[in-house]
Nanobody, 125 residues
Framework: VQLQASGGGLVQAGGSLRLSCAASGGTLTSAIMGWIRQAPGKEREFVAAIRWSGGNQAYADSVKGRFTISKDTAKRTVYLQMSRLNTEDTAVYYC???????????????????WGQGTQVTVSS
């Protein structure tokens, strides 16, 4: 599975961005798709996840109510709609796929086997 993330950029605090993650190759039927971010000087952290087959979604507490993860299975694309952005959201955002995993593993970064290249999101004050 190859993943291509896009949509990052520079935005003012309070603004919005939508990230996209296009998947190619492989099968995603049993996959859980996640967004993980890494801020400067910090470790990667879980942001959100969605089950490719089914409606399960999950969010980190820090983004709950502001970010929405969604998918378009026909386009093999996962989205992360980010609203009310603040400077603490500044990070490189990665999309990742957890193949054959179980839902309770979604916050375990190391469980994700496939990663996109990352897209930079910078929020200015």
């Amino acid at each position: 599975v190859q993943l291509q993330a896009s949509g990052g950029g520079l935005v003012q605090a309070g603004g919005s961005l939508r990230l996209s993650c296009a998947a190619s190759g492989g099968t995603l039927t049993s996959a859980i798709m996640g967004w993980i971010r890494q801020a400067p000087g910090k470790e990667r952290e879980f942001v959100a996840a969605i089950r490719w087959s089914g409606g399960n979604q999950a969010y980190a507490d820090s983004v709950k109510g502001r970010f929405t993860i969604s998918k378009d299975t026909a386009k093999r694309t996962v989205y992360l709609q980010m609203s009310r952005l603040n400077t603490e959201d500044t990070a490189v955002y990665y999309c990742a796929a957890l193949q054959g995993g179980i839902w309770s593993e979604i916050r375990s970064i190391k469980k994700y086997q496939y990663w996109g290249q990352g897209t930079q999101v910078t929020v200015s004050s």
